[in-house]
Structure formats: structure tokens, C-alpha cells
């Protein structure tokens, strides 16, 4: 088992990316801490996909962009499983909606920001003291960070363009504490966000201009956030690495 006797914390980690990457950890031998937002019975699934498995973790309720949640996440985390925390992954975020910025006030500006950037941002703080012995930060942007997103999500891709330079700030920041931060870009991958937020017919179209021709699944993107939690990426930081089957070449 690659992560046998590691503890990692994921973010959103109850449903769809969160979920595949939290069970594939713990699969590899992680003890996982899973935070989710507000439906208890998709956490509680998951935790007992992961113990169906053999697997050990925790399901801990919290809105990542508060920080009192953030931090009693971490706390819960010490609590199980000690004062080490190996790997964090920072799945919280989404599209939320499409407006054009005509359309966006405020308001929907710091919704945005604070669900896409600041989640990522405050619970990284909060797990630098608990990576005493090094570790590795993955972080989630997006390919709309790359090219500039879709009709309506100029707010998205630009919080998500922030996670991008915030990987790169905090990689040259926290190398020396040996810990590694790198980020996934991923594009169409065949969850509820595109489920929501795209239309079958679209989604078809794009099939036909992959160079893969498919979309994307989620255990596609657990299997690449597995090798950066692993030693086998242990000299690779401060990198965005795109999964998106070949449309976009950053």
C-alpha cells in the first residue's frame, strides 16, 4: 500500500471527485478524514464504501470557507488520528451558477472567491503545523482556469486561475518544510457538476472533439491525485497538471 500509516484530509470529500479520491486513499492505506458540507447520508455512504474495503476514516461536518470550521475539521482529524497530517486534498468548490458580468453583484463575487479560493486557502494554513514531517497539499483548479471558462463563469475560472498561482506561491513557500503543492486542471469529467451545469447534447458534441473522444470519470482524476499523495511524485511541485483528455495543451 503506497500511503500504509499516512492520514489525509479531504475537502468535499462525501460525493463524486471527493468520494472516488477518498476511497482510493484509503484503499492505498491512508487513514481519511472526509469533510462534507450539509448531507450527512452521502458522507456516511462513503465512509462505509471505505470500510467495506478495510479502510479507516472519519466523516466531519463543515463549510470550509469559515475558518472555526476549518479549523475544528483538523482537530477531529488529531483527535482519531494523531497530530501528523500527511496529505490534504482541497476539493471544495464549483461553478455554483452562470451569470454574466452584468448579471453579478457583490455578493456572488465573494460567494465565488470564498468557495473556490478561500476554502483552498484557509484550510492549507490550517494544515502546515500539522505537517511537521512534510507532506503533500493537492489542490483543485479547473481548465476553465486555463482558457477562460464557458458563457457566465468568468467569476469561476478566475477563482480558479487564483488556485493555480496560489499552487505555485505555496510550493515555492513551503518546499523547505518539505512539503509539495500541486494542482489538478481537470476538464469534462462525468460527475453531478457537469450534470448541473451543461447539457446532455453539449456533452456529446464534446465527446467528438477529445482527441480521447470520452469524457473524463472520477476515478481518472483519483488515480492522479493518488500519485501526487504518493513518494512516487515525491520531486514534482508547484505544478497544474491538466486532465482533460487532450482538448486543452497548456
Given amino acids: 500500500m503506497k500511503l500504509k500509516g499516512k492520514v489525509a484530509v479531504v475537502t468535499g470529500g462525501a460525493r ?45 461536518q463543515g463549510d470550509m470557507t469559515k475558518a472555526n470550521d476549518v479549523k475544528r475539521l483538523f482537530e477531529e482529524g488529531k483527535k482519531a488520528y494523531g497530530s501528523q497530517i500527511d496529505i ?16 453579478q453583484d457583490e455578493d456572488w ?54 488556485v493555480m498561482t496560489f499552487t505555485r506561491s505555496m510550493a515555492k513557500e513551503l518546499g523547505p518544510k518539505g512539503i509539495r503543492v500541486n ?21 456529446e458534441k464534446m465527446k467528438s472533439v477529445y482527441p480521447l473522444r470520452r469524457e473524463g470519470d472520477a476515478n481518472d482524476v483519483a488515480d492522479l491525485v493518488l500519485f501526487f499523495a504518493a513518494d512516487d511524485s515525491d520531486y514534482i511541485t508547484g505544478t497544474n497538471i491538466d486532465i482533460n483528455g487532450g482538448i486543452f495543451f497548456s
Fill in 16 to 60: 463524486d471527485l471527493g468520494r472516488a479520491i477518498s476511497v482510493k486513499l484509503a484503499k492505498e492505506g491512508a487513514k481519511v478524514v472526509v469533510n462534507y458540507f450539509d448531507k450527512i447520508e452521502e458522507a456516511e455512504e462513503t465512509k462505509a464504501l471505505i470500510e467495506s474495503t478495510g479502510g479507516q476514516c472519519i466523516i466531519v
Fill in 88 to 103: 490534504l486534498v482541497n476539493v471544495v468548490g464549483g461553478l455554483v451558477g452562470r451569470k454574466q458580468i452584468t448579471e
Fill in 109 to 162: 463575487y465573494n460567494f465565488l472567491m470564498d468557495v473556490n479560493m478561500k476554502s483552498c486557502w484557509l484550510c492549507t494554513r490550517e494544515a502546515v503545523p500539522y505537517m511537521e514531517q512534510g507532506g503533500s497539499i493537492i489542490n483543485f483548479s479547473s481548465l476553465a482556469a486555463r482558457d477562460g471558462g464557458g458563457p457566465g463563469a468568468s467569476l469561476y475560472a478566475t477563482s480558479k486561475g487564483a
Fill in 183 to 203: 494542482a489538478l486542471a481537470p476538464g469534462t469529467i462525468a460527475t453531478s457538476f457537469h450534470d448541473r451545469f451543461n447539457t446532455p447534447e453539449n456533452r
